[in-house]
């Protein structure tokens, strides 16, 4: 099973920024969202497509519906550039997408 | 709070095996499988498998079967991933991370170490 996601998208500040994930018959699983800055660990921010850990802002939400989940940052900051990941299972197996890289400009 | 600590860098040489430890605290450590994904340099997340903690059951991504042996040791919330026959393509960082339960987290990685990174050079 594969996930394909944008290798990169470009936000201004402030402005919405859309990652997509594509998978055969995506919008029947659950899709989560990792957000990973340089030199760090993986963050969760959006499990079971639409729900925000605790401490994750607001303005990170998530859909997923037919063969495409998105993660939307609304407002985005300087501070959410970062390389985004989405992730869902297969049977047992977990499987990442390719990896988004979000520059905000 | 939950905490995921992972052993230091490793450098080691082609042909060899490598042994990366993972010691969990802040929760029950035998509730929540742990999963081992590994991140080459400038590459993505690639998931390499993961253990029951409570049981000792293991399911491993194909791509690693007959190489990686992933286990625990519960009385000191300890698990392990050891990878063997390395190539100078594991050069990596490998992360370890929890499972969340379903209710809370959706069977997500909500939990995730620190990293530890294996280079493989002879």
């Known amino acids: 099973y594969e996930l394909t996601q944008p290798p990169s998208v470009s936000v201004s500040p402030g402005q919405t920024a859309s990652i997509t994930c594509s998978g055969d018959k995506l919008g029947d699983k659950y899709v989560c969202w990792y957000q990973q800055k340089p030199g760090q660990s993986p963050v969760l921010v959006i499990y079971?497509?639409?729900k925000r850990p605790s401490g994750i802002p607001e303005r990170f939400s998530g859909s997923n519906s037919g063969n495409t989940a998105t993660l939307t940052i609304s407002g985005t900051q300087a501070m959410d550039e970062a390389d985004y990941y989405c992730?869902?299972?297969?049977?047992?197996?977990?499987?990442f997408g390719g990896g988004t890289k979000l520059t905000v400009l | 709070q939950v905490q995921l600590v992972q052993s230091g860098a490793e450098v080691t040489k082609p042909g060899a095996s490598v042994k990366v430890s993972c010691k969990a605290s802040?929760?029950?450590?035998?509730?929540?499988?742990m999963h081992w994904v590994r991140q080459a340099p400038g590459q993505g997340l690639e998931w390499m498998g993961r253990i029951n903690p409570n049981r000792g059951g293991t399911n491993y991504a194909q791509k690693f079967q007959g190489r990686v042996t992933m286990t625990r040791d519960t009385s000191i919330s300890t698990a392990y991933m050891e990878l063997s026959s390395l190539i100078s393509d594991d050069t990596a960082v490998y992360y370890c991370?929890?499972?969340?339960?379903?209710?809370?987290?959706?069977?997500?990685?909500?939990?995730w170490g620190q990293g530890t990174l294996v280079t493989v050079s002879s």
């Open positions: 992730q869902a299972w297969d049977s047992s197996n977990v499987v």
């Open positions: 079971q497509d639409t």
């Open positions: 802040g929760y029950t450590f035998t509730g929540y499988y």
């Open positions: 991370a929890r499972e969340g339960d379903s209710s809370s987290s959706g069977r997500a990685l909500d939990y």
